[in-house]
């Protein structure tokens, strides 16, 4: 909020201070002219026409976030944004500089950043070789709900039911979410007792849940993931590969197939930029038997994910 001071008087009566509150933006659009996210109240009708198609890429942070891994994020969301033909975002360092005074301002929120198609259907049709299309790049700040990353690793709890269902482009974090969205919420409104659905391959191979990545502690000792071409390779997951190798532990990226594999499963774990690391307690019902040795390698393996975050040792809030 901001808040200002205001003198007011009435009357024969003396002056009173007023305490006036005024909410604080909540979205921003970026103005390539001068190099700067400027707060919008509505938003530009040719972004709600993008947004209808779901011709569109985004990535989601929150606050506090260490400087190197929000760079991350606004490097794969350009990417993303390049390989859909959307028009080049604004030099990395502009952007992150003129976002920096907004995120100290918001100690504790989630943010969403898109470049969306500026336009209609009208611009995808008559396209051809065109090396980029208008875009629209815009920052949406949630606080409601935002809770701080535990500053030590929770009891497993994460309730987790395999569904059969691949993203047809699981690299890309896109916009035309509803299919996933859907399937998920069929599968939640079916069974009380499931927290969140776990995509999977026909074949049964374990690949992501519908906002994070997922990592399996196996009895032989290793720490197994998904291939990086099937699954949406994540900031949060690249920094839990730089934890592993940092720690020496052994990562293997080959999904792990549950009804072959699911007795040499010890322990899991999801991650998410918003959520962080959690720690799954069964998986289609299930329980995960999580013994000491595994529980530990957990707890050293999340002290050292928050210590990449430059927020080790320190309760976040």
């Keep these: 909020m901001l808040v200002y001071q205001k003198q007011v008087k009435k009357g024969s009566l003396s002056l ?34 993008g947004l209808m198609l779901g011709y569109s890429v985004f990535t989601t942070f929150r606050t506090p976030q260490s400087p190197c891994w929000l760079r991350v994020h606004l490097q794969r969301v350009a990417q993303h944004a390049k390989a859909i033909a959307l028009s080049p975002f604004a030099p990395i360092n502009p952007a992150f ?23 209609d259907a009208s611009l995808l049709q008559k396209t051809r070789g065109e090396s980029s299309l208008p875009t629209a790049w815009l920052l949406h700040r949630r606080t409601a709900g935002v809770e701080p990353f535990p500053n030590v690793p929770q009891a497993p709890h994460l309730r987790l039911k395999t569904v059969d269902f691949q993203q047809a482009l699981p690299q890309l974090k896109h916009g035309s979410l509803l299919p996933a969205w859907w399937v998920r919420r069929q599968a939640l409104q079916a069974d009380a007792l499931v927290d969140e659905v776990l995509w999977q391959t026909p074949a049964g191979e374990l690949l992501e849940t519908t906002v994070g990545n997922l990592f399996c502690f196996m009895a032989d000792g290793a720490i197994r993931t998904a291939e990086e071409a099937l699954v949406l390779g994540g900031v949060t ?24 594999e699911a007795p040499q499963v010890v322990g899991a774990f999801t991650s998410n930029s918003v959520r962080g690391l959690v720690a799954v307690a069964c998986i289609n019902g299930v329980p995960l038997p999580w013994d000491e040795k595994t529980l530990a390698k957990w707890h050293t393996l999340y002290t050292a994910w928050l210590d990449s975050l430059g927020l080790a040792g320190c309760y976040i809030g």
């Design 16 to 49: 009173k201070t007023v305490t006036l509150c005024q909410p604080s933006p909540t979205h921003w659009l970026w103005h390539p002219e001068t190099q700067q996210w400027q707060p919008a109240e509505t938003l530009p009708f040719e972004a709600a026409n």
């Design 97 to 119: 500089e003129s976002l920096s005074p907004i995120l100290e301002a918001n100690p504790s929120a989630v943010f969403r950043l898109t470049a969306v198609l500026a336009g």
């Design 237 to 260: 997951r690249q920094q839990v590969k730089k934890v592993c190798q940092r720690m020496a532990y052994p990562l293997i990226e080959r999904a792990v197939c549950w009804e072959a």
